[in-house]
């Protein structure tokens, strides 16, 4: 007898409404032939600021409130009973957007005895994890069916690592709603008259995420010292470089360098659409490099131009509709961005670019389709 194909898919990113399009639109375009749950936390201490499990209209996915637990780190985070007793259902797909190496994901694949067991992962560096993280990486890779890798340089990485190459596996990269990060000027001019700031002033030049070493916020504040263009400067977001950043603005005064936090994620268009550039220099370090870059594909789809540096996926993900510079190299980042600020018609034909292709390859609708190609071949083979 006929039935829908049964996915659940947990993670404690769920608990932001914007971070729950993926499951909405497998659900979706899924139609009749997938019937979609997701499982988010009811409340998780974010980096940035709280967050209650947040509701959007129309949401296609059922979604399921669970408790977790110890949330303000991920590694250790835990889910319990709830997630256990939906774990304990009949699934033939469930997906994990939680590391394989952490505990939350011990617990999933102890836990999901039924159907093919999926992981969704940001690892691009090849570490050494102490116990029991390394026990719980070789447990849930030796129990999952497949992974899926959000970047390129994550493929790379982890088909070197013992037990990941012989499992089907694939590359999809994170999406975004196009919809609502799109070009709008009006939201734009209104965050600027909020901020005191005058529509035709000098270009401003945006940054958006954490407030941390390893995206360069102190590169960034070198090379704005040493632009010749006149600028001005946004940062949005949050974290311990906050302090710092806020002592470096006020010698230049609130007309010139703004700072941001607490923003809630579906508020974050109207702060891009107030940038004329959006700049992301992270910084490679031994622990890390950059996984993605949110911040390029956001702005981007809102129409903004990017420049970021070449740690990691950036230059995956940027291609050839923004700018790429050597991630350590200051006299590069100050001639492209005075470049930049001193050429509109450059910034328009890079935020046109970086427009098209966010809705083409990073689009929800476009992501959720590779999810389900790859977990419908999982399926068949």
Known sequence: MWRPRRLLTVGHSYVVALNRRLPHELARIGGTHWEITVAAPRFVQGDLRPIRLEHFVGEAARLVPVHAHFTTRPHILIYGRELRQL??????????WEEPFVLASGEI???CRQGKLVYYTFQNINKKYPPPFNWIERYTVQRCSGWIAAGQTVCATLQRRQGYSHKPHCVIPLGV???VFRPDPAAGLAVRRQLGWLAEGPPVIGYSGRFVTEKGIGLLLQVLEQLQQPWRALFVGGGPWEATLRRWASRHGPEQVQIVTGVPHDAVPRYL?????????????PRWREQLGRML??????????VGSDSGEIPYVVGSAGWIVPEHNLLAWVQAIDRLLACPEQRRELGLAGRERATTLFAWPHIARLHLQFFTQLLES
């Open 109 to 111: 694949a102890l836990w």
């Open 177 to 179: 709603d196009v919809a």
């Open 87 to 96: 774990c304990s259902q009949s699934w033939d797909i469930v997906h994990s």
């Open 273 to 285: 659409n107030a940038m004329d550039l959006l700049v992301a220099p992270s910084q490679t370090t």
């Open 297 to 306: 594909i956001e702005a981007m789809a809102c129409g903004v131009p990017v």
